[in-house]
């Protein structure tokens, strides 16, 4: 499956956009479809952090074990995650230009199991829906905090 890629421009200052995403304590509060996050890890930021973050999806709960792989301060973050036999491996970066952000959200999925191989070109549809859509909830929530 090709990377799926998202970019918003966000009339809000950099350092706001970042924690928004960064901080999952923040990103949980943003997104409507995140309903439960437990950190498995003592620290709940940086590289290393990881955590079970639980999605409501079409009714039921799913479960996702991700883990802080890159962080950089108000620059970029990159979340991995082994899940129903495909490595989902996220980044997010941003910039700013003229008192505006632009975020890049960037999901490449990379399928080790035969079922996986076989349905991922089958849902990315969906899952590009629900990125763009969560991306629409990032930037209402840092614009709205102006």
């Keep these: 499956m090709k990377p799926i890629k998202v970019t918003k421009e966000i009339q809000a200052p950099l350092a706001l956009v ?4 960064a901080d999952i304590r923040e990103f949980s509060k943003v997104i409507p479809h995140i309903v439960d996050v437990k950190f498995l890890t003592e620290q709940q930021s940086g590289v290393g952090t990881r955590f079970v973050e ?3 999806m079409n009714g ?14 108000n620059d970029k973050i990159r979340l991995v995650a082994d899940s129903h036999g495909t490595i989902w491996d996220t980044t997010f970066t941003v910039t700013e230009q003229n008192g505006q ?6 999901m490449a999925a990379k399928a080790h199991k035969l079922l996986s191989k076989l349905m991922n ?12 859509s969560d991306m629409d909830e990032v930037k ?6 102006n």
């Design 121 to 132: 070109p089958l849902i990315k549809g969906m899952v590009t829906k629900a990125v763009v």
């Design 101 to 106: 952000t632009t975020l890049v959200m960037v």
């Design 54 to 56: 639980t999605r409501r």
């Design 18 to 21: 970042f924690q928004t995403v």
């Design 140 to 145: 209402a929530f840092c614009e709205n905090q």
């Design 60 to 73: 039921k709960d799913e479960c996702t074990e991700l883990e802080v792989t890159e962080f950089v301060e």
